[in-house]
């Protein structure tokens, strides 16, 4: 019965015009009348209980319009960075939805669903062979939760791809329900080259979450231009390089990060389980000593 309810809550998304929807909330989010922006946030605190004592701004009327208070930056003794430089750290606060291994090409979405790296990856075969059999991790970010997201480990950024799709939700029925959801989502995809191999960061969108920006290129979506898989390459003259805990982009109104990293180039945190809520800076995993070695002899 569970199943029946899930499939036909999740059948109208189908129809939904995602982008739309999606573009229509961009523009409210954005109103700067005084009353409406103050009512509109004082609403979202109250339904989802956001505690605004962790922001460096509180009140509404210090936000200009919504997405402002969306995006808004945290004190920063509110989210301290734990361990060393072995110590891969949470992009994002959200609760884990998958944590694990890749299994060949195929990473699990949830209970009868996967996709392939390849899919994920705008259909870069290439760039998907470098994680195959490699380790994967997919966080969701909750409406109340805090929504920029900071570097797990320090690199250099070497490629970033925007891949055009659907917007379905990325809730826990939806993601039950709908196959290759991650694979079928807009999504911005960041490679990066670090001390321990490459990592992928691929910020995925969701209905009513048509916009994304990277602090090195600004607004990413929402685009009426492209319709096809668009690539951008960053080499020696254009250098980008983000630390261990440094803001790399955000989401404007919430949605889902995913983590790739290769075969043996870290391990897992033994305290991290799906539906583990975690904030941003937390223990997600250490560098394993093979990836060390491995990197070492390139």
Request: aromatic share 10%.
């Amino acid at each position: 019965m569970s199943k029946l309810i899930d499939y036909l809550a999740t059948l109208p998304q189908y129809l939904l015009p995602h982008h739309f929807l999606s573009r229509i909330m961009l523009f409210i989010t954005r109103i700067r009348f005084i009353a409406f922006k103050n009512f509109f946030i004082e609403t979202f605190i109250r339904l989802f209980d956001v505690d605004m004592n962790l922001a460096n701004r509180s009140r509404p009327e210090d936000f200009v319009h919504f997405n402002d208070f969306f995006t808004r930056s945290l004190k920063p003794e509110v989210r301290p960075i734990e361990g060393d430089e072995k110590t891969l750290i949470s992009p994002v606060d959200g609760t884990i939805s998958q944590i694990g291994n890749i299994n060949d090409e195929l990473v699990f979405q949830a209970k009868g669903h996967h996709y392939t790296l390849t899919a994920l990856l705008g259909g870069d075969a290439t760039l998907a062979s470098q994680f195959i059999n490699g380790k994967f991790t997919t966080i969701y970010l909750s409406p109340r939760d805090y929504h920029r997201i900071h570097m797990p480990v320090a690199g250099k950024l070497k490629t970033m791809l925007h891949v055009p799709g659907r917007l379905f939700s990325v809730s826990g029925r939806t993601t039950r329900m709908v196959p290759n959801l991650f694979a079928r989502n807009e999504r911005v995809v960041s490679v990066f080259d670090t001390e321990h191999g490459p990592m992928v960061l691929i910020m995925v969108g969701a209905i009513f979450v048509g916009s994304m920006e990277t602090v090195w290129s600004g607004t990413v979506t929402p685009t009426s231009s492209r319709k096809k898989v668009t690539s951008w390459h960053y080499g020696e003259n254009g250098d980008i390089q983000l630390e261990r805990g440094q803001e790399m982009g955000r989401f404007n109104m919430g949605s889902t990060v995913i983590l790739l990293f290769p075969q043996q180039s870290i391990e897992w945190s033994d305290i991290r389980k799906p539906d583990d809520v975690i904030k941003m800076g937390q223990q997600l995993a250490h560098i394993s000593h093979q990836g060390q070695n491995d990197r070492a002899k390139i």
